[in-house]
């Protein structure tokens, strides 16, 4: 049963519409006088089509279409009328009516034909519309309204050159989310119709390589009994993200060269090239101007992928994020795993201020996700997170004493932060390389936070 809202001026086509919708189809109906009636039903519940006249008072057909998509995109209208002129079904259509139906209305069958295939186009169109939220959600991920200067700059250059077809490098650790911007600028850009193809560059088998990239032919190599195309191929049309191409072979980057600078692949096994549309997005952890200095990297082939260069900072550099990043992993894991959604309490948020996040974003994640398999309650708290070095506790590398006991109440991050600081310095006689490792922080960002606090140093 759907809920359908019928707007007509006139009662008697309004009651004979309800009637046949009500006991013929079994939907539920609600009705509506003129516009203005509509849209204030259409702002207090949901529907899932409506059927409307076009010349009414107060609020006429087209101007309720237009207000009504305008709050909900997905909504399918259907328009009746008994004017029958074309200029009003034209207007109809181009407003984002769904259909037109000329009244009075001789065909039962048509009309259920009709409300059929406008209820099936909403589902479908509500479908879509939920999807592209959760895609959404999944690729803005690391990114997710970021408060932090580096992160929010990140976000900005990669949302500024997906409107274009330029070549992208990413730079960042392991775990900073690369591959989500990746996706983040596919999906953002002219191509996000079309197919996002990634590519680990370090699994690449050496002997398979050239074919995984660019095809091959039936009998190009033993095993290859038939012709496949390659990932290039494959991602014609739309993106290919080249991850960790600081790892691929020497050989294969003069092969990767040629394809970026002539926009066309040769299949290992034919004498035949393929014209190629597709827009590169390669990634590394690497420090390719170094390697091209070790001679790991062809120099031409780095000028050639670092058109338009984006650096993810780590987690580390971002705590302002690190809140806001855990409660999305937590409503996220939550939701895939069918359970009600967990709170984060202040001790477990405190133990995840004060971890260093080797592993970044990718290890917060799977912290996350571990607290929620141990959580069976109402609330994740610091127990639930393992081996996270806790607030109290030694970092690594650290001596077996603790920097600083917990207060039983706890106390806020940024005093947390605070403390913790002043306690490594006393430890490290005021040494602050001491303090930095004890703290388990490179000097640059220790320096960094005794400025934020003042502490003199």
């Known amino acids: ?162 409107r274009t077809t330029t070549t992208v490098l990413l730079l960042g650790e392991s775990g900073t989310g690369k591959e989500v911007l990746a996706r983040r600028i596919h999906a953002l850009s002219e191509r996000a119709r079309g197919p996002f193809v990634g590519v680990n560059c370090a699994a690449l088998p050496p002997d398979l390589a050239e074919a995984e990239l660019f095809g091959h032919e039936r009998g190009a190599f033993t095993g290859a009994d038939r012709a496949r195309a390659g990932r290039f191929e494959s991602a014609h049309g739309g993106t290919l993200f080249l991850d960790e191409i600081g790892e691929m072979p020497l050989a294969l980057q003069a092969k990767l060269l040629r394809v970026l600078q002539e926009r066309e692949i040769q299949p290992l096994g034919s004498d035949r090239t393929k014209r190629i549309d597709v827009r590169v997005i390669a990634a590394t952890h690497r420090d390719l101007e170094a390697e091209v200095r070790a001679g790991r990297f062809r120099e031409d082939l780095y000028y050639r992928i670092r058109v338009f260069v984006v650096r993810l900072p780590p987690l580390r550099e971002r705590s302002e994020d690190l809140p806001e990043l855990a ?57 639930h997170l393992g081996a996270l070095a806790l607030p109290g506790r030694a970092r690594s590398g650290a001596s077996s004493s603790a920097i600083f006991e917990l207060p039983p109440g706890g106390m806020p991050l940024a005093e947390l932060e605070r403390v913790a600081i002043e306690s490594a310095l006393r430890q490290a006689g005021g040494n602050v390389a001491e303090a930095a490792r004890l703290l388990d922080l490179d000097r640059g960002t220790l320096r960094h936070r005794l400025r934020k606090y003042g502490l003199g140093r």
Not at 35 to 59: I, K, N, Y
């Open 327 to 383: 409660e999305h992993f937590v409503a996220r894991c939550a939701a895939q795993m069918g359970r009600a959604r967990p709170s984060l309490a202040p001790d477990a948020l405190a133990a995840l201020q004060a971890h260093t996040w080797p592993g970044n974003v990718r290890e917060l994640e799977n912290a996350i996700e571990r607290a929620l398999i141990l959580c069976e309650g109402e609330r994740i708290d610091a127990r």
């Open 1 to 162: 049963m759907s809920r359908i809202l019928v707007v007509d001026d006139e009662s008697a086509v309004r009651a004979s519409l309800a009637e046949l919708l009500a006991e013929r189809l079994g939907h539920e109906v609600v009705e509506a006088r003129d516009g203005v009636e509509a849209f204030e039903a259409l702002q207090r519940e949901s529907f899932d089509l409506v059927l409307a006249d076009l010349l009414m008072p107060r609020l006429g057909g087209i101007e309720l279409i237009q207000r009504a998509l305008q709050r909900t995109p997905e909504l399918p209208i259907v328009v009746i009328s008994g004017t029958g002129r074309f200029r009003d079904v034209v207007d109809a259509l181009r407003a984002g009516a769904y259909d037109f139906l000329q009244k009075p209305i001789a065909d039962l069958d048509e009309l259920e034909a009709l409300v059929a295939r406008a209820l099936e186009r909403g589902r479908l169109r509500r479908e879509n519309a939920s999807l592209r939220d959760e895609v959404e959600q999944r690729v803005a991920g690391p990114f997710l309204a970021p408060r932090s200067p580096a992160a929010r700059e990140a976000l900005q250059l990669a949302e500024r050159v997906a």
